[in-house]
């Protein structure tokens, strides 16, 4: 009876309010369709073309404060991958009469254009595309309308097909056939992303249903959509059969020799009445210092009501939870999407087992002690590092991360060659080698560059100098690595009785040495030639096959001897001369024969060599290129290059040269080039410390203007990569500006880089670095360990990635979004740093 009452006057509540009647979705003035739970985004991110499909583009749905879809446009195959073709979209515009976004979309190399017109329609949205131009006789039963589902967000959930039951598979399971590559749509400047094993064949993806009307996770009122198509079947495919970052497509083929209105389909995605976001309590996952500042930044729908205050609980010995702090919630104000407030729970100073109380949720548990930082860059150090050493076997315990790669070696990339991954071989080799000929002895040493296999030559430079850095200011003599360079062989967990940051300089220096002995200069980079090795998920020394290619082979044979293939699979230098990248790698040289004197004479004597000669060819190569043309002056190298040549010389051209370049580039670009300068002050006299001071002082004034410029106070970015490394590179600076100027910045700022990385963040309150000393740690990230939804201990993420007009986003279910997941080598070891100096700080 009771129940009776309470539904009856629920009806009438529900009834009278209009809240729950206007659903409908309206375009909001940041030019997306909006109501409450529900966001449509119509081309307001692009595909960018860099890496084409980065499955973070098209037409878009939010839904719940989740962005569950994504790639909605004009597409030529069933599951498009990565280098598959994206359209051209030259045109948006925004009809505010219509209630509707038209846009462009054109596939040149086919002369075929397209306009896709969304228009809110009720609770959803309609989609149609129109065409003035029948589709080309190439395109027909290619060309279609796909839109994409997050895998991880609807696999395990139904799906009706026109009434039929089905579950998306967690795990791809489903059919396929192979057709003559003939029919297969070019990819992306002719690239190839799989192996034919010389059958001829493509794969294509058979649908996994076929029907007019589709509810998509009818049980789960957050991811709930339906889907009709009024003239064309709806198709749904599993996009990880070609790729593992692919996702669930729904997709309906343009029909032949039709113009006008050719097809209509209606989304409508559920919106849960009176819905409002969970509030993201963001802290630190780490914990904090009795007497360190503490305060949590709580994220809340702009719909929310913030509440007046939140507790602080201890947990005791017996498990049992005791309020030990209450204070006032206070407004921080509006930032992009959410509100934000803040809670100061600084007073709780007595070292234990916390939680934070916000209303009725409450968080997991953190630690306050003394003790909290001390293993914040252990896992990065002890695992992830040595992981990442490339030409080596490495063992953890049971388990081999990978096996020796590469052991046919590198070969000269063809002049003329434009790289996927963004290099390129300019039109003369600038080596004494031929195009595809074998360069000996460049398989030796270096460091993976990130989630790819690649040695960057650019980044390993900055990598070994962060090493000779760290080694030369906090001289970590941790050892929990064994490195065997006779062996090629590194084995975790194991100490060896060499401190592991002399043996991580030492495995840099012994490819970049390598490139400058064996080639006369630095390589670009050393990677790959074929695009489907490239993309490899798995054991690095299976990426290639071992052996060196020979082309008096067939394809695919392997010589009677076993000593070569004629797999066309070798990795290729690229060695276009970049005497900008030669004068970094001189000071790098320079910097690496210093810390390793005592240890590896030998090779520092070999680094000595390579950084004089190269020092002295890069200046006269430099010299030569014309003054106005600015941009090439330098070419990699910068201010700090001068410093470091500074302090491994003494002599007193470079401190001038290194002066010159400063003070200017200290006006133009004061928060990116300060450390350097702070990095000078050991070397320079006390004038060079004074003149200094004011710019410390305008820093201090850019550090403040941060807290107004976001609740959290650090620098975020809103690139296509996200900002951790900013982050860290922010923290790192206000640690070196408290050691030199305590008196302007104070410790205190430092807190706010380990708060961001560690929980403190938008979207959720995960630790961004894969580390042991966190409660709740990111659990997937872009590692080459990605396909099985993992990570490698001690990863930094780019982490929060905004996405336009106004979503922060960090997937944790998902790890194959590089932009938000991947950590890079130099990213990594640029925390190293930051971890030490900061350990340093908290001393
Ligand atoms: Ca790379
Ligand atoms: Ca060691
Ligand atoms: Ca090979």
């Keep these: 009876m009771k129940k009776l009452i309470f539904a009856t006057l629920l009806a009438s509540i529900l009834a009278a309010s209009p809240e729950i009647q206007g659903q409908e979705l309206k375009l909001n003035d940041l030019e997306y369709f909006e109501t409450q739970g529900i966001n449509i985004l119509v081309y307001s991110n692009m595909f960018t073309g860099g890496f084409n499909d980065e499955k973070n583009a098209g037409i878009e749905l939010i839904h719940h404060g989740v962005r569950t879809a994504q790639g909605g446009a004009v597409r030529l195959s069933n599951t498009p991958e990565q280098w598959d073709l994206v359209p051209a979209i030259p045109t948006r515009t925004v009809n505010r009469e219509s209630n509707s976004i038209e846009s462009l979309q054109k596939y040149e190399d086919y002369g075929f254009d397209s306009r896709v017109v969304v228009t809110a329609k009720g609770k959803g949205v309609e989609i149609s595309v129109y065409l003035d131009r029948p589709v080309p006789a190439e395109l027909v039963g290619k060309a279609g309308f796909n839109l994409e589902f997050l895998p991880s967000q609807y696999w395990g959930k139904t799906y009706l097909a026109d009434g039929r039951l089905n579950r998306f598979p967690r795990y791809v399971v489903g059919n396929t056939v192979t057709k003559p590559n003939s029919e297969k749509i070019k990819q992306y400047k002719g690239y190839i992303t799989s192996d034919d094993r010389g059958t001829g064949h493509y794969v294509d993806p058979l649908p996994l249903e076929t029907g007019r009307n589709f509810i998509l996770a009818s049980e789960d009122p957050e ?89 602080i609980y201890k947990i005791d010995e017996q498990g049992k939870a005791s309020q030990v702090f209450s204070g006032p919630i206070r407004p921080w104000g509006n930032y992009y999407k959410y509100h934000y407030v803040k809670f100061d729970f600084t007073p709780v100073n007595t070292p234990g087992i916390y939680y934070i109380q916000y209303g009725d949720l409450k968080t997991n548990n953190f630690i306050i002690d003394d003790t909290v930082y001390d293993k914040i860059t252990d896992a990065t150090s002890d695992i992830w590092i040595p992981i990442h050493m490339n030409h080596m076997f490495v063992r953890e315990g049971y388990r081999v991360w990978h096996g020796e790669p590469f052991k046919e070696g590198y070969r000269q990339a063809p002049p003329g060659t434009d790289h996927f991954d963004l290099h390129w071989q300019g039109p003369t080799t600038d080596t004494k080698y031929k195009g595809m000929e074998l360069i000996p002895g460049l398989n030796i040493g270096g460091f993976f560059d990130a989630g790819d296999f690649d040695i960057e030559t650019g980044s390993n430079i900055g990598v070994v100098q962060n090493f000779v850095q760290t080694w030369e200011y906090f001289k970590p003599l941790r050892d929990q690595t064994f490195v065997s360079q006779e062996h090629r062989y590194v084995d975790l967990h194991r100490p060896d009785g060499t401190p592991d940051i002399l043996q991580f300089i030492e495995h840099g220096a012994l490819n970049l040495v390598a490139q400058s002995e064996i080639i006369g200069h630095m390589a670009q980079t050393l990677s790959n030639s074929v695009l489907y090795n490239y993309h490899h998920l798995g054991d690095a020394a299976s ?97 700090g290059t001068y410093l470091q040549l500074y302090i491994s010389t003494g002599e007193q051209q470079y401190a001038s040269k290194f002066q010159d370049l400063l003070w200017p580039a200290l006006e133009r670009n004061l928060n990116f080039v300060i450390l350097t300068a702070l990095e000078g002050i050991p070397h320079m006299d006390e004038t060079y410390k004074a003149k200094l001071r004011p710019y410390v002082v305008k820093y201090k004034e850019y550090i403040d203007g941060l807290e107004k410029d976001n609740p959290y106070g650090v620098p975020i970015g809103l690139g296509n990569w996200a900002g951790s490394g900013a982050v860290v590179n922010f923290g790192t600076t206000v640690c070196f500006a408290n050691k030199h100027f305590p008196d302007i910045v104070d410790d205190s700022h430092a807190f706010k880089t380990t708060n961001w990385l560690f929980g403190c963040h938008p979207y959720h309150n995960y630790s961004l670095v894969a580390t042991l000393g966190a409660t709740r740690p990111k659990e997937v990230f872009y590692g080459n360990n990605r396909a099985d939804f993992s990570f490698i201990p001690g990863n930094v993420a780019p982490g929060i990635l905004f996405r336009q007009p106004d979503h922060f986003e960090n997937y944790d279910d998902w790890p194959f979004l590089w932009g938000q997941n991947e950590g890079t080598i130099g990213g990594n070891t640029s925390y190293l740093i930051f971890g030490s100096a900061f350990k340093n700080l908290i001393k």
């Design 223 to 311: 991811r709930r959509v339906k889907i009709t198509s009024e003239e064309t079947d709806l198709m749904l495919f599993d996009g990880r059969i070609l790729a593992q970052n692919g996702w669930f497509v729904v997709r309906s083929l343009l029909p032949s020799e039709k113009t006008g209105k050719v097809l209509s389909w209606t989304v409508e995605p559920h919106a849960i009445d009176g819905w409002i976001r969970e509030p993201n309590i963001g802290f630190s996952q780490v914990g904090y210092l009795p007497s360190q500042p503490k305060i949590s930044v709580i994220e809340l729908d702009k719909k929310d009501t913030p509440l007046e205050t939140a507790s």
């Design 543 to 639: 990426l290639t096959d071992g052996l060196p290619y020979n082309p008096d082979l067939g394809p695919y044979e392997v010589a009677a001897d076993g000593l070569s293939s004629g797999v066309k699979d070798d990795m290729w230098a690229f060695t276009s001369r970049n005497p900008g990248l030669d004068l970094r790698a001189a000071t790098m040289f320079a910097a690496v024969s210093r810390a390793l004197k005592g240890y590896n004479d030998d090779l520092s004597a070999r680094a000595l060599v390579q950084s004089k000669r190269l020092l002295k060819e890069a200046t006269e190569l430099l010299a030569n290129i014309p003054q106005d043309n600015p941009g090439r002056r330098f070419g990699g190298s910068d201010v």
